[in-house]
Structure formats: C-alpha cells, structure tokens
C-alpha cells in the first residue's frame, strides 16, 4: 500500500512540476538560478531535464543563496525579462530577502521559487522549516502558496495558470519579485510518466495569452500640458535612473528637449547621457556647479519635468527642494508614488516614451520657433556645463595622486560601443555621475538603486554580464567587493567575462564626505572601518588575472587588456583623507569658472 502510495507521489511531482516548468519557458522566462539543496528536488531535475532535452532555458547553478538571488535580479535587470531564482526549504529561502528588496524597489521581474515542507510538517520542529508564506512581506509583488502536487486534470491546469500568471505578475508595469512557495512530500525524486497528457496549448503557445497597452492620455490633456509648457520658458528636463530599458526613449526625450527648448540634466543610470541621440540638449557636470550657492540662487527653473526614479546627485535634489513653488511634472507609468522630496505638483501616469513623442508633436502646433527667453536659457545652461566639463577635465589630470573620481574620466575613453559599466552604491556611482561625460558613444550603465545597498553588487553585475555579449566594467569599493566575495563563484563555475575595478580606500570612504568625519574620536572604529584586506588572494582563490594599478598607464592598459575576456581585478589604491581634499579643489575649480556665465545675465 504503502509502495503505491510513493509511486503516486513521485508520479504526480513530475507531472505537476514538469507543466510549470513547461509553462514558465513558454511564458517567456529562459533562465533560472539554481541552488542546491535537497527539498527542491523536483524543481531543480526536471529545470536541468528541460535543459538537457529542449535547450530553450539555461540554468546557472551558484551555492550562495544570497549572491544567487542578486545574480538572477543583475540577470533580469540587464535583459528585462523575468529570470527564477530557485532553493530548498527553511533559511535558505530567507537568504534572497535582500535581493528581493532590491527587485522590488528598483522594479526588477524575478520569480522566486522555495521549496518548503508540506503543511504536515511544519510547526512541529522538522527540521529546516521556518514559516515561508508571504517570508518577503510587502516586498513581494505578488505571492501564491502552490497546492500540493497532484496528476489531476485540474491540478495540471492550475500548475499552467501559475507559471503563466507568475511572469505576467513579474513583468507587468511595474515590474517586481513574485513569491511562489511549493510545500513538496517526499520522494522529492520525481518519477517521468511519458503516456499522460501535460495539458499544453498548441504550437507551444502558453496557457493564457497575457497582453498590456501603453498607458496613454486622449488628445485633450497632450494639448493642455502642451499649453501648460509653453508658459514656461525656464524648464527643465530630469532623467532619474530608468525603471526599465527602452531604447527608444532618449531619442523621443531629447526631441522633446530641442522643442521645448529645455535642457536634460541625465543621471547616467537613466540610459540618456550616452548614444547617438547625445548633443548639446545633455547636461552632465550639474552635480558639480550645482554647489556651487550663487548659481543656484541666481537660476531658477519655472518648471521641471522628471523621468525616471531620484537622481543620485543630491546638489541637484537640493536644488529642486529649494524651490517648493515651482511646479514639478513626475512621469512615471508605474502607478508608484515616486515623489521622495514631496515637491510633485503633478503625478502623470503615463507611458514616459509615449508622451515625449506626443508632447512633441503637439508642440510642432504650438510653439513659436523664435521664443528669445527659452534660446537664452538653453544656451546659459550648455556654456554652463561646457565650462564645468573643462575645469573637472583639467583640474583632476593635474593632480599627482591617484584620484578616484578619474576612474570614470578614464573608463570614458577606454569603453567600447555598447559596453555596460555598474556601478556599485556609495561613493562609486555619486562619482559616476560627476565624472563620466556625455558623448555620442552608446555606453550603457547599471546599479543596485532600488534600495541603495552595498550587498550583492558584484553578483547581480556578473549576472548583467552573463547575458551580455558585450564589455562589463564593474567599479566598486572595497567594502562593497568583500561583502560579496562569494558572487565571484559564478564567474568562475560559468566562464563569464568580466572587469572589476575595486577602488580601495580601506575602508568606508563615504563617510569622510558625511559629517561623522567631524567627529574624529571613534570615526575610524565606527564610519572608517580600515580593515587591510590583500585583494590579490581573492583573485587567486576565484581564478581571476589580477593587477595593482600604481598609475594611469598601467590602468589603461590593463583595462584594454581585460576586454578580450576572462575574470579580470584592477585593483586603485587610493587614500579616504585626499580623496575628500580632491572632490573639494575640483568643486571649488568649477565654482571659479561659473562668474563668466553669472556675469552675462542681465
């Protein structure tokens, strides 16, 4: 009796979990992260099955569940597609809570799949059970506790819906983490029965076809905020960091720039600093005159209109905060309340490349191509960024010391077209976006911004570079590369090409910029933390070419010399103390450029 029972179990495991499976691939996911563990069973062999016999999906396999969570989220977040993220029961689901964070507020489309025990089990001391359902709270777009599996027709059915729905659930505006928890009984190793019907659609269509429209506004509201601009002469365009990748939205926001006669301040992360689209609308030293006092007292925006999430630079978020009358258009299609300053005097819940190209056109009616007031302030705004662009240039190649903001400057000049540069939280994406300019060169940039963290860079930046068949630059400080040592596991079990430059200060160089760094008595055992790691034998242990770059030429050449492939770590040693000294000659250098725009103003 008992025998039979078993039979069915493993029977029916197979059945269910081979149409998800099945499902999942033909929703559109075609990768997943596995780590090991033995309640995942079922879901792990017949993922490596599909593998083995369709090819249509790929499995990484990595053995830390923190840095595979945040090697699926990097995944999804380089391509826009849903990536899963697998593990077995009890703490180990626990451990992708940080990724999911991330995902769900930097909207990422991750599906997640725990393994757990069946319900019998749990709260009775089993061991490896923790309470599982809903494990990621509010920071999960979307949950389902799976039923047990069974071979019934509509338990297949049900198996299909969720797979499909997972995706739709994940990829859908905005994009996030869904939950799916499957409680399994053992025998965990399923049992294939070829001559019973899976319940697949046809010509490997999925289960429930799921479609979404562009939001829009009717032709009306385009004309009024039309009307609305055109009483503004003096506005500006913000590029936060973008939610997703559409790479056809700089070209329309640029467009609409030159018709409106604004221009775009483009935080690097918004995918709008660098490509063909690239010209004098773009603005990228404001982080740098931006502090300087009189030229934000003296320049006032009449309006501003903002893509994408928070800019990184907080002389610009300090500059829009100073004044709280001017309206502020926020445009973002998520139906998120993306207003952190509380300044937003509209919130347009609108496809943001749909409205760019909308508004345009409207003003093509509109506006009048002779429009002194708006020439003018387009143009103090570009010599404004050309002589800041220059003083930042000058000033840091006449410093003899290593610096780290020319890390960047460098890397500007050294990236191939379509290369990736990510950019760790901290210190290095704040000097991402003072110090690499703009240029015609497609250049694309990625960081973990959702939540602003320093864990599990270097995982999500291999797994971007997984998927690319480009160029990836990783730069990262040195706490932030020891807190995810173990992501250089992946690099080395799938052969992934990669470049990371660890900007090493010894530790928390931030911090010397905050004003802890006043208070110098327990700074370095609280804010500093100097910790006097050897990153080379980390290098080693992972099978990576390692380089101490002493100065310039050799970071050039090692750099050039990392693209033709392999696990590469340029280490810059730089010193916290300086480093501060250095940021504040170059501020202080643009700041005595600007008089000879203030002066021209009337």
Known sequence: MSGGLTMKTEYATYLYVTAFVDELVRAGLHNVVICPGSRSTPLAMIF??????????????HADERSAAFFALGMAKASGNAVAVVCTSGTAAANFLPAVVEAYYSRVPLVVLTADRPPELRDIGAPQTIDQLRLFGTHAKWFAEMALPEGTTDLLRYA??????????????????????????????????????????????????????????????????????????????????????????????????????????????????????ADDAIIDAYDAFLRDATFVERIVPDVVIRFGAAVTSKPLTQYLQRYPDVPQYIVDDGGKWNDPSLRASHMLRVDERWLCEALTQQLMTDMDDHDAARSAWFALWRETDRLARMAITDTINAFEATFEGRVYAELSALMPAQGVIFASSSMPVRDLDTFFPAQPRPIRFLANRGANGIDGVVSSALGASAISDTPMVLVIGDLGFFHDLNGLLAAKLHQIRATIVIVNNDGGGIFSFLPQAAHPEHFEQLFGTPHGLDFRHAAAMYGATYLLAEHWESFRDAIQRSFSGGLNIIEVRTNRQTNVTFHRQVWAAVSAVLPAVLEQIT
């Open 48 to 61: 490596a099955q599909r593998q083995a016999t369709k090819a249509d999906i790929h499995i990484w396999m």
């Open 160 to 277: 299909r819906v969720m797979a499909n729905r997972s995706v739709a659930e994940a990829t859908s505006v905005p994009a996030g983490p869904v939950h799916l928890n499957f409680p399994l009984r053992e025998p965990l190793v399923p049992i294939p029965v070829d001559e019973l019907p899976l319940l697949p659609r046809q010509d490997d269509q999925p289960y429930t076809q799921v479609e979404t429209g562009t939001h829009q506004f009717d032709a009306q509201t385009v004309e009024r905020l039309s009307r609305e601009l055109l009483q503004h002469p003096h506005g500006l365009i913000i590029c936060g960091s973008a939610y997703r990748h559409d790479p056809e939205f700089p070209a329309a926001v640029s467009e609409l720039a030159k018709a409106l006669r604004y221009p775009i301040l483009a935080d690097p992360l918004s995918g709008v600093r660098c490509g063909d689209h």
